[in-house]
């Protein structure tokens, strides 16, 4: 139980390009998703923290213009990387949370981002 | 907020050696405390957790870490090493649940000789 999803789990694209996310969980409703960002040989750092039908709340230095957070089922959040440019080129982890498991998150497999 | 250290950047061991991962956090309460590895390219893997009662945990893969609550420290320990092993690790803290203030560390690479 507790599987997360996510998909793509690759993709490359042109600087300028928007590119969209998305993170599942399979067998549990997430009350609470969560999407990160991890560079080569970096630690994850928390990119935004989203609640189903609500707007997510964005860590400082994110931009929540840039990166689009949808969380509208309590199984499915997006994350669109808009107007994409090589800096943005990253692994991208979601996880979600369960409401009877709150005090662990389950995180998918992660997206490779390649911007060219 | 709570802070994680993770004093090793790199270890190399031997296959078959013993193996031991240090973690520190900076939190006033007990907080849940996470253990997870990643392989090149591919997502976390949770080896062990804290969240209460016994402060020796075991996991997957042969792995155990002590909560050792006068130190602040939650080190990963396996007895004998194995080539698969060799990946990153990250040692992780909440401080709520929700996951509220949940913090990765800098993360370990472990590098395995034959």
């Known amino acids: 139980g507790a599987v997360v999803s996510q998909h793509p789990s690759w993709v490359i694209c042109k600087s300028g390009t928007s590119v969209k996310i998305e993170c599942r969980s399979l067998d549990f409703q997430a009350t609470t998703m969560f999407w990160y960002r991890q560079f080569p040989k970096q630690s994850l750092m928390l990119m935004a923290t989203s609640n189903e039908g609500s707007k997510a709340t964005y860590e400082q230095g994110v931009e929540k213009d840039k990166f689009l957070i949808n969380h509208a089922s309590l199984t499915l959040s997006t994350l669109t990387v808009t107007s994409a440019h090589p800096e943005d080129s990253s692994f991208y982890i979601c996880s979600a949370i369960s409401g009877r498991a709150y005090n662990e998150q389950f995180f998918g497999p992660g997206t490779r981002l390649t911007v060219l | 907020a709570q802070s994680v250290t993770q004093p090793d950047i790199h270890i190399t061991v031997s296959e078959g050696a013993s193996l031991e991962l240090r973690c520190n956090y900076s939190y006033g309460a007990t907080p849940y405390l996470f253990w997870y590895v990643q392989s090149p390219g591919q997502g976390l893997q949770l080896l062990l957790k804290?969240?209460?009662?016994?402060?020796l945990v075991q996991g997957i893969k042969g792995f155990e870490a002590e909560f050792k609550r006068s130190q602040s420290s939650f080190n990963l320990r396996k007895p004998s090493v194995h080539w698969s092993d060799a990946a990153e690790y990250f040692c992780?803290?909440?401080?709520?649940?929700?996951?509220?203030?949940?913090?990765f560390g800098p993360g370990t690479r472990l590098s395995v000789l034959p």
């Open positions: 992780a803290v909440g401080a709520g649940g929700y996951g509220q203030n949940f913090v």
């Open positions: 804290y969240f209460s009662g016994d402060t």
